[in-house]
């Protein structure tokens, strides 16, 4: 079983930054996709940005030229990099692992796809 942690979350002001981090432990052999999601009060969740194990990443179109997801494999921790931030980004982050078997790439930012999930971490841009 795998366990995820996330951090970093917190409240900024617009056009401010923070980097989110979520850590793995437990069986944390090599995934083949992470990814970071996000849930605002009232809505589904939704994905923000996605990485596999060869190096592809997808982006919500609300996060492109905003947002970078990378992952450090040696401290089994993925991160997502959030500059110029904006109220609309506000919301719960839920950090994502192991797409489902016989799941591709190209579904990645839907969050039933996904085997383990952290309990998240809150963003608040106001």
């Known amino acids: 079983h795998v366990q995820l942690v996330e951090s970093g979350g917190g409240s900024v002001q617009p056009g401010g930054s923070l980097r989110l981090s979520c850590g793995a432990s437990?069986?944390?052999?090599?995934?083949?996709?992470m990814g970071w999601f996000r849930q605002g009060p009232g809505k589904e969740r939704e994905g923000v940005a996605t990485?596999?194990?060869?190096?592809?990443?997808r982006y919500a179109d609300s996060a492109k030229g905003r947002f970078t997801i990378s992952k450090d494999n040696a401290k089994n921790t993925l991160y997502l990099q959030m500059n110029s931030l904006k109220p609309e980004d506000t919301g719960m982050y839920y950090c994502?692992?192991?797409?489902?078997?016989?799941?591709?790439?190209?579904?990645?930012?839907?969050?039933?796809?996904?085997?383990?999930w952290g309990q998240g971490t809150q963003v608040t841009v106001s």
């Open positions: 437990g069986h944390t052999y090599s995934s083949n996709c």
């Open positions: 990485l596999d194990s060869a190096g592809r990443t």
């Open positions: 994502a692992r192991d797409l489902r078997p016989g799941v591709l790439f190209g579904s990645s930012m839907l969050a039933t796809r996904y085997k383990y």
